[in-house]
């Protein structure tokens, strides 16, 4: 079993797009939580649960390429591919290069 954590920080002018955005995206994956941190408001975790280190490669794959809609045909066989993650890029602080992206294995 493993799982994907996916961290970033919301800009505050940009929390109602984004929560638009992602009721979207989690009806998309069942296997997506969302969470905010209390003690710091605008910080996100997505955790991903179930994900096989291929998924979690395709996951990277597509969220890599978020800045590139032209690239979107490439990703046609990624099961993540179908999801305009570019739309994070300006509500991002930082942009998409502050979009940290771990994978996790359960200790046996």
């Known amino acids: ?3 994907v954590f996916v961290e970033y920080q919301i800009l505050p002018g940009y929390r ?3 929560s638009d955005w992602m009721m979207e995206v989690r009806a998309q994956y069942d296997n997506l939580e ?3 941190g209390s003690d710091q408001p605008g910080l996100f975790v997505e ?3 179930g994900l096989s280190k291929e998924q979690y490669i ?3 794959q597509a969220r ?8 979107e045909t490439a990703l046609n066989n990624n099961p993540f591919g179908n999801t305009e993650w570019y739309r994070l ?4 602080k930082g942009g998409s290069e502050k979009v940290h992206i771990w994978h996790f ?3 046996k």
Not at 64 to 70: A, M, S, V, W, Y
Not at 89 to 92: A, R
């Open 1 to 3: 079993m493993s799982i």
């Open 16 to 18: 109602s797009n984004y």
């Open 58 to 60: 395709q996951l990277k």
């Open 105 to 107: 294995e359960k200790v």
């Open 89 to 92: 890029d300006e509500w991002i």
């Open 34 to 36: 969302l969470y905010e």
């Open 47 to 49: 955790i991903w649960n």
């Open 64 to 71: 890599g390429k978020q800045g590139l809609k032209e690239d």
